[in-house]
């Protein structure tokens, strides 16, 4: 294989394992806020219990993230040098950012995760969250910017392969911006949501129903419902932005070959090898034109205003399909579970929907995968649209090969570990035993 392939499959898998832990980065510390608040002020230990074990296991995540996101900022370099030789200036600025905003949120992190008990106001220790959950959600804006400026480059002038000026702002908040880091931020907070929730539901199937555990799962699955609909209009800018700035992605997702007024909205289907065809697909008559400008008429670009070697792989209409198919069910059963816990209490733990709880927590993080992917393979042959591709960005040196199974074993081990030390640090410490210790130490106190 050659370089370009061997560098774009180690970037992939690297990003692949560290969307995992970036994602929990971001959506479970403000699990953990929203869970001490509630606690302190319904003075409700149980929640308390909840934010003090999620805080806990959040810690060992984020040593991972470390390390994989290091990882990243190495490959760039090693691995996209003709990239980073013109883009490097444009994207310095989010990438010192996202740096600062990792050690803000890890100094607070520090600091919350040593005071617990320390205030004689609990509030003031909840406060200390505040700066975790920010730091958390500032670099994840930080970094994804620089997937935007990859998407829709602009701010910086180039002449001869250099760049010679350069407004770096402009740069950042490019019109990729602001869709891209609503979606990655919402769709972090739902399944950091979902994966915690599944863990409760998971917990009351084994028999384990417990006060401890209802609470967990409602409140859980209530914010995986509010995030939910979020990211539905998450989905809906982003849909907008394609439409205006990136019409040969949007086109290749929904296979719309031929420009037209009034598009249908092409959902499922096969495609045809080497020809247009689609067959088996439900067509929403006018849909795409409406969700592209909030009009039944509106005209879609398709496919043939591109040339053939600047489309998309056509393969990403299957991700999409597949990631709008997993959302509509994490928005279904969320819904169903807080309609229930209304007005049908007797119907909130049944096991069909217990099991379904429990299925959302590894789909939220097979849609950020797949929306990840959507996302790259979307842009291609682009690594920087309009200006460089992928063929002309990776390294020339030798020995990627070798990097690929070495990071791999660096990545083998990294997840095994983190997934021991996770369950003897929770496996053998049930949270009824613990808040009973703790509930005896007060009474000594």
Not at 324 to 343: D, E, K, N, P, Y
Request: with cysteine.
């Amino acid at each position: 294989m050659d370089n370009v392939i061997l560098s774009r499959m180690l970037t992939t898998l690297t990003l692949a394992f560290h969307i995992i832990f970036a994602t929990i980065g971001v959506g479970v510390p403000l699990m953990i806020s929203i869970a001490e608040f509630v606690g302190i002020k319904k003075k409700d230990s149980h929640f308390i219990l909840l934010a003090r074990r999620w805080a806990r296991g959040y810690t060992i995540t984020v040593g991972v993230g470390v390390v994989t996101g290091t990882c990243i900022g190495l490959q760039l370099s090693l691995l996209w040098p003709s990239f980073m030789r013109i883009a490097g200036q444009a994207i310095s600025l989010p990438l010192f950012l996202e740096t600062f905003a990792f050690f803000f949120e890890a100094i607070f992190l520090g600091i919350y995760l040593y005071t617990w008990d320390r205030f004689k106001k609990q509030l003031n220790h909840w406060m200390l969250s505040i700066p975790v959950v920010l730091g958390a959600a500032l670099s994840a804006f930080f970094i994804t910017t620089v997937n935007a400026f990859m998407n829709t480059p602009q701010g910086f002038k180039l002449v001869n392969g250099v760049i010679v000026t350069l407004d770096p702002l402009k740069a950042m908040f490019n019109p990729a911006t602001p869709s891209k880091t609503f979606h990655v931020i919402v769709t972090a907070y739902l399944s950091s949501a979902f994966l915690l929730a599944s863990i409760a539901a998971l917990q009351i199937l084994k028999g384990k129903f417990t006060d401890y555990t209802k609470k967990a799962l409602k409140l859980t699955v209530t914010a995986a419902f509010i995030f939910a609909i979020l990211t539905g209009i998450a989905g809906d800018l982003s849909a907008k932005f394609l439409a205006q700035y990136q019409p040969e992605k949007l086109a290749a997702i929904e296979w719309h070959f031929q420009t037209e007024k009034g598009a249908d909205l092409i959902l499922f289907g096969t495609l045809e090898k080497n020809t247009n065809v689609i067959k088996y697909a439900i067509h929403l008559p006018k849909m795409l034109s409406f969700l592209s400008f909030d009009n039944f008429e509106g005209k879609v670009i398709g496919l043939d205003q591109f040339k053939a070697n600047e489309i998309p792989p056509l393969y990403i209409h299957y991700l999409f399909d597949t990631k709008v198919t997993f959302a509509m069910l994490m928005i279904f059963v969320s819904f169903c579970f807080v309609a229930f816990s209304i007005w049908k209490k007797q119907w909130t733990y049944n096991k069909w929907l217990l099991r379904s709880i429990v299925l959302c927590g590894p789909l939220g993080f097979i849609s950020i995968e797949l929306g990840w992917i959507l996302a790259e393979v979307g842009r291609q042959p682009w690594i920087l649209r309009g200006y460089m591709k992928v063929s002309e960005a990776a390294t020339t040196s030798r020995g990627v090969g070798t990097m690929v199974w070495l990071f791999f074993a660096l990545y083998a081990v990294l997840g095994v570990i983190c997934t021991v030390v996770l369950r003897k640090m929770f496996r053998n410490n049930p949270a009824e035993a613990e808040l009973e210790f703790r509930f005896q130490g007060d009474r000594k106190e």
